[in-house]
């Protein structure tokens, strides 16, 4: 099992830039496939990044060449780092963990985090 929890969102001007961390406890954390996700309020948890167990990382298009994710697994934590960001990308932002194999389907993931705000006004 992981607990997982995330940081460093805040409120942020439209062109603005933002790093995400998510920090995991328990124990294997290199045998969890990743993600993060985002939920804007009325709407449904969007995926918004993945890395599978081989590190490799897939993007939603909406994010793809604006967000990099990456993993220290020696300190057990993933990073999003968010450039030029747009009122759209305002949302909570929650990372997620599975055993499984990598998904943009929220439902493949088993352990979340409480989440951190996002904040972009124009």
């Known amino acids: 099992q992981v607990q997982l929890e995330e940081s460093g969102g805040g409120l942020v001007q439209a062109g603005g830039s933002l790093i995400l961390s998510c920090t995991a406890s328990g124990r294997s954390f290199s045998s969890y496939a990743m993600g993060w996700f985002r939920q804007a309020p009325g709407k449904e948890r969007e995926f918004v990044a993945a890395i599978s167990w081989t590190g490799d990382w897939t993007y939603a298009d909406s994010v793809k060449g604006r967000f990099t994710g990456s993993r220290d697994n020696a300190k057990n934590t993933m990073y999003l780092q968010m450039n030029s960001l747009k009122p759209e990308d305002t949302a909570v932002y929650h990372c997620?963990?599975?055993?499984?194999?990598?998904?943009?389907?929220?439902?493949?993931?088993?352990?979340w985090g409480q989440g951190t705000q996002v904040t972009v006004s124009s």
């Open positions: 997620a963990a599975t055993r499984g194999p990598s998904s943009r389907d929220p439902r493949a993931y088993a352990y």
